[in-house]
């Protein structure tokens, strides 16, 4: 993970990115299932509107999965390997550490919908962002703790025409935090203070609603802050881990 992420800094925040979404999606076992494609080609969480094009780092868990089994083969999954390396990347971007609570399996089968329904595009409202969190058992302090993510990263410039060109530019990249991108701090929350946030999902947390005091709190708070998303972060892990699923060997393929 560090040398991935000193050869480019914006992985750490795609892999907390891939996590994510990795937890939303599989209510049961987990690990992305783009990997399926290759197997039985068929349109999983990869290709759902709020993946396309905007999950990436796949291949640093490849990377990582292929030396894992090599030491230890079978006994470490992909799902496993994903939260290790999200919690990783947020550390060597200045974030905080946690331990990791292991024993995840990968899943067996792909779904669009299910990313389609579960995952919050950019244009969600605060009441919408509270509803799909609280489906997965998450609070509103959760959800404003975790969207704190969005310190560190970047976004194509197709999901949000405001700040980028009105024609074409459509794999330009916009910084999620305009001040210290590269950076896991709160200036993410003192953007939206200023009315900064890049998506309207993000400045729905601080705008005029019941996330404002929360916001300014964490803005002012790095303690504060830090502590809530390892909560939320450890929460989030745990959604559906379950004893279904498979430990793959190659991150792309169910086992035959």
């Known amino acids: 993970m560090t040398q991935a992420v000193n050869n480019e800094r914006r992985m750490g925040a795609s892999l907390l990115r891939l996590f994510f979404h990795d937890c939303f999606v599989q209510v049961s076992a987990r690990t992305l299932t783009y990997i399926l494609q290759v197997l039985i080609k068929l349109k999983g969480e990869k290709t759902a509107g709020p993946n396309a094009n905007s999950v990436r780092g796949f291949d640093v868990i490849d ?14 999954s992909c ?32 779904s669009a919908a299910l990313a389609n329904q579960n995952l919050p595009p950019p244009t969600a409202s605060l009441a919408t962002l509270i509803s799909l969190f609280n489906r997965q058992g ?90 809530d998303f390892v909560s939320a972060m450890i929460k989030m892990g745990n959604i559906g881990a379950g004893n279904a699923g498979e430990i793959r060997r190659n991150c792309r393929v169910v086992n035959s």
């Open 79 to 110: 799902a496993d390997i994903l939260a290790l390396a999200a919690r990783d990347g947020t550390n060597l971007l200045g974030g905080p550490t946690w331990n990791v609570l292991l024993g995840r399996r990968d899943s067996t089968t792909a």
């Open 138 to 227: 998450l609070s509103p302090r959760d959800m404003t703790a975790l969207s704190g993510a969005h310190t560190i990263g970047q976004a194509r410039c197709t999901t949000r025409k405001q700040t980028c060109p009105q024609t074409g530019g459509d794999g330009n990249l916009a910084p999620l935090d305009v001040q210290t991108p590269t950076t896991f701090d709160t200036a993410y929350f003192t953007n939206l203070l200023s009315q900064r946030g890049l998506f309207h999902s993000d400045q729905e947390l601080f705008n005029g609603g019941s996330q404002d005091a929360l916001v300014r709190q964490y803005s002012s708070s790095p303690t504060l802050f830090n502590g």
């Open 63 to 76: 990377t990582i999965k292929k030396n894992v089994e090599a030491a230890c083969p079978g006994v470490v």
